[in-house]
């Protein structure tokens, strides 16, 4: 069975202070694993899409990597605007993401 | 690019009456189109998979009788909840598969409220 499995659930961190989060994912027929930030009340905002193990890509203070089992979402001196609930959704047959639960990232000033 | 909307943003209703709800994809065709349902502090729920010019795929547990589902062309998909009921009550997002890379973006949601 699919399963993804984000941790952290909820983070707490200090503006500048670096951190990542985790997602761990059994996904068969993998075709791509994304990532999306969401704030309250809107919907997902597409972030990256990764589409094999060693492969990296990075966004301004983000960096998102990917194992045969794991990706992770490095967040390098995170600033209050980077609050949002982190999704890691891999893709599996006939394109269907498989959310996890997210990551509740809440950067303080 | 890859803007995605969905229309209305709010709607409320009286508990009986049918609603529908837009996804459009605005710069790019998407032959695939998926409609979500979200519940406060929860991931999202794929209810269906929506493919232009055919009938629509839901998933276990989703009557496809209440949430019809239309694909009427490769920017449109319309989600109509019929005979709402308070239990309907929820966010409602929508995605769009971009058919060049397979890349899926979403919509704002629309916030429905059945009385």
């Known amino acids: 069975e699919d399963q993804v499995t984000q941790s952290p659930e909820a983070l707490r961190l200090q503006e500048g202070e670096s951190s990542s989060l985790n997602c761990s994912y059994t996904?068969?027929?993998?075709?791509?694993l994304f990532w999306y930030r969401q704030d309250p009340g809107k919907g997902p905002e597409f972030l990256f899409t990764?589409?094999?193990a060693g492969e990296e890509k990075e966004k301004e203070r983000l960096k998102a990597t990917l194992t045969k089992k794991e990706s992770f979402l490095h967040i390098t001196a995170p600033k209050p605007e980077d609050s949002a609930t982190y999704l890691c959704?891999?893709?599996?047959?006939?394109?269907?993401?498989?959310f996890g639960a997210g990551t509740r990232l809440a950067v303080h000033p | 690019g890859a803007v995605v909307s969905q229309h209305p943003s709010r709607v409320i209703c009286k508990s009986g009456t049918s609603v529908k709800i837009e996804c459009r994809s605005l710069?790019?065709?998407?032959?695939?189109m998926f409609w979500y349902r979200q519940f406060p502090k929860q991931s999202l729920m794929l209810m269906a998979t929506?493919?232009?010019?055919?009938?629509?795929?839901?998933e276990q547990g989703v009557e496809k009788d209440k949430f019809l589902i239309n694909h009427a062309s490769l920017t449109l998909s319309t989600l109509t909840v019929t005979s709402a009921h308070p239990e309907d009550s929820s966010f409602y997002i929508c995605?769009?598969?971009?058919?060049?890379?397979?890349?899926?973006?979403f919509g704002p949601g629309t916030r429905l409220t059945v009385l």
């Open positions: 995605s769009a598969l971009r058919d060049y890379n397979n890349e899926q973006f």
């Open positions: 996904v068969s027929g993998l075709r791509g």
């Open positions: 990764l589409y094999s």
């Open positions: 959704a891999p893709s599996g047959g006939y394109n269907k993401l498989i």
């Open positions: 710069d790019f065709q998407a032959t695939t």
């Open positions: 929506s493919n232009e010019g055919s009938k629509a795929t839901y």
